[in-house]
Nanobody, 128 residues
Framework: QVQLVESGGGLAQAGDSLRLSCAASGLSFSIAVMSWFRQAPGKERECVAVINWNSARTYYADSVKGRFTISRDNAKNMVDLEILSLKPEDTAVYYC?????????????????????WGQGTQVTVSS
């Protein structure tokens, strides 16, 4: 029923830009906290960006702050992640996740266990 489908990943060169998209269906997207996580081989899943229902609150991991921008369009049930100046260390599978209870907890937004639904992921590979 609930589906989150990521797209936009691929092979890129260091310094390139990418825009990842997540299309959501089957949930109350307009009240959901949406996030992007990434997981590199051999590493734990890392939250890179979070956005609340009306885009008034965002969270970015220190490792991506200044290069990544999360945005959403509630009319289209879409959340995007714009990535600028890609680095090899950005190589990972990027996942879209949704917390559907509509409450922003600053201490929990980066915790993957806080999220109810996950997409299948889109691979981003950055060569140097």
């Amino acid at each position: 029923q609930v589906q989150l489908v990521e797209s936009g990943g691929g092979l890129a060169q260091a310094g390139d830009s990418l825009r990842l998209s997540c299309a959501a269906s089957g949930l109350s997207f307009s009240i959901a906290v949406m996030s992007w996580f990434r997981q590199a081989p051999g590493k734990e899943r890392e939250c890179v960006a979070v956005i609340n229902w009306n885009s008034a609150r965002t969270y970015y991991a220190d490792s991506v702050k200044g290069r990544f921008t999360i945005s959403r369009d509630n009319a289209k049930n879409m959340v995007d992640l714009e990535i600028l100046s890609l680095k090899p260390e950005d190589t990972a599978v990027y996942y879209c996740a949704a917390h559907t209870r509509g409450i922003w907890y600053s201490s929990l937004v980066a915790d993957p266990q806080h999220y109810d639904y996950w997409g299948q992921g889109t691979q981003v590979t950055v060569s140097s």
